[in-house]
């Protein structure tokens, strides 16, 4: 098969020092849901975050109660990362549907320690620090993404600067919840492959990506198409 390095659906967030390399959740919030975040520290000092669930804008019930955060005080050592943990912790099960929350991230003043002499003094660090706040969704019920998932339409012809193929794709989720996903190309046999992140598609929608594929030279060589994300793996394969 030839060799290809898969792109990987991770959107990102940067302000200033923090840098976060995802923003969505997307997971199921009974006892399965789970997802890992690496959080960067740019900056030449220590960062230290309090973080937090709240409800989204219009949610009702209790996000707090049903996605936890590990850990709930988060330090960033300079030019570093640390690892943040959500899960899906509904202690009842959910009605299905999608539900809207917040991810909190409040810094926390890092005492220091300097002498003067024989004296000890302690401050807080003054630099400051914006608080970003990251609407997600996760999702209650269960979703078989293989059903949920469809190629409405692809059209594609060769490319204007004379290098693979390049057009349009139209997918529908028909799911309860959104989900960001890529979409893996084959041929008949499967010795031939392209990838290609088309995004988030949200709920109950349709979405027309432009895609660009490098690997194939003739549309009608594409035989196969499969549905993945980095972290639910491959979810469905459609016959084009």
Same mark, same amino acid.
Request: aromatic share 10%; with cysteine.
């Given at each position: 098969? =030839?060799?290809?390095?898969?792109?990987?659906?991770?959107?990102?967030?940067?302000?200033?020092?923090? %840098?976060?390399?995802?923003?969505?959740?997307?997971?199921?919030?009974?006892?399965? *849901?789970?997802?890992?975040?690496?959080?960067?520290?740019?900056?030449?000092?220590?960062?230290?975050? =309090?973080?937090?669930?709240? /409800?989204?804008?219009?949610? #009702?019930?209790?996000?707090?109660?049903?996605?936890?955060?590990?850990?709930?005080?988060?330090?960033? @050592?300079? $030019?570093?990362?640390?690892? !943040?943990?959500?899960?899906?912790?509904?202690?009842? @099960?959910?009605?299905? %549907? @999608?539900?809207?929350?917040? !991810?909190?991230?409040?810094?926390?003043?890092?005492?220091?320690?300097?002498?003067? *002499?024989?004296? =000890?003094?302690?401050?807080?660090?003054?630099?400051?620090?914006?608080?970003?706040?990251?609407?997600?969704?996760?999702?209650?019920?269960?979703? +078989?993404?293989?059903?949920?998932? #469809?190629?409405?339409?692809?059209? !594609?012809?060769?490319?204007?600067?004379?290098?693979?193929?390049? *057009?349009?794709?139209?997918?529908?989720?028909?799911? $309860?919840?959104?989900?960001?996903?890529?979409?893996?190309?084959?041929?008949?046999? #499967?010795?031939?492959?392209?990838?290609?992140?088309? *995004?988030?598609?949200p709920k109950q929608s349709t979405k027309?990506? #432009?895609?660009?594929?490098? /690997?194939?030279?003739?549309?009608? @060589?594409?035989?196969?198409?499969?549905?993945?994300?980095? +972290?639910?793996?491959?979810?469905?394969?459609?016959?084009?």
């Amino acid at each position: 098969m =030839k060799k290809l390095t898969m792109c990987f659906l991770l959107a990102s967030l940067n302000v200033f020092a923090f %840098r976060i390399d995802g923003i969505t959740f997307d997971q199921s919030l009974d006892k399965s *849901g789970y997802k890992e975040y690496k959080v960067y520290n740019d900056s030449l000092t220590k960062s230290r975050y =309090k973080v937090k669930i709240s /409800n989204g804008s219009n949610e #009702k019930v209790n996000m707090s109660s049903i996605v936890k955060v590990y850990p709930q005080i988060l330090t960033v @050592e300079p $030019h570093s990362y640390a690892i !943040l943990k959500l899960f899906g912790d509904a202690p009842k @099960e959910l009605e299905a %549907r @999608e539900y809207d929350f917040n !991810l909190e991230f409040a810094p926390v003043v890092i005492p220091t320690i300097k002498k003067n *002499g024989d004296k =000890k003094t302690v401050a807080g660090t003054s630099s400051i620090k914006l608080a970003p706040s990251l609407a997600m969704s996760g999702y209650g019920g269960t979703i +078989d993404w293989a059903k949920s998932l #469809k190629v409405k339409s692809l059209d !594609l012809k060769k490319s204007s600067d004379g290098k693979g193929l390049e *057009g349009d794709i139209v997918v529908e989720n028909k799911a $309860h919840s959104g989900l960001s996903l890529g979409i893996k190309m084959y041929d008949e046999y #499967k010795n031939k492959l392209d990838s290609y992140a088309i *995004g988030r598609i949200p709920k109950q929608s349709t979405k027309s990506i #432009k895609i660009k594929v490098n /690997n194939f030279e003739d549309p009608k @060589e594409i035989k196969k198409i499969v549905f993945y994300t980095s +972290d639910l793996g491959d979810l469905g394969e459609v016959d084009i």
